[in-house]
């Protein structure tokens, strides 16, 4: 069982910036895919970014040039920087993880962190 905590949510004036850590504990084999999704209140959850074991990051286009998905391995952690951040950003953040153990993989979900950015 693979537990994610994510932290660094709160309110922030729009402009401002926040960065969002996601860190996974437990029985940790080998965690490949990581991300973070969105959702607003009366909104559909919505893929923020994604980041593979090697590197490769994908995010949606509204944040792109504000927002960088990044992961330490070592530590199992990822993270989403969040800047010039706008109203539309408020939402409950939370990441995923895909872990894979032999020849199986099983995705988990953190509890979430509420970003809130006032006008």
């Known amino acids: 069982q693979v537990q994610l905590v994510e932290s660094g949510g709160g309110l922030v004036q729009a402009g401002g910036s926040l960065r969002l850590s996601c860190a996974a504990s437990g029985s940790i084999f080998r965690i490949d895919a990581m991300g973070w999704y969105r959702q607003a209140p009366g909104k559909q959850r919505e893929l923020v970014a994604t980041?593979?074991?090697?590197?490769?990051?994908n995010d949606v286009d509204s944040v792109k040039g504000r927002f960088t998905i990044s992961r330490d391995n070592a530590k199992n952690t990822m993270y989403l920087q969040m800047n010039s951040l706008k109203p539309e950003d408020t939402a409950v953040y939370l990441c995923i993880a895909l872990h894979s153990r032999c020849s199986s993989s099983t995705l988990y979900w953190g509890q979430g962190t509420q970003v809130t950015v006032s006008s």
């Open positions: 980041i593979t074991r090697d590197g490769t990051t």
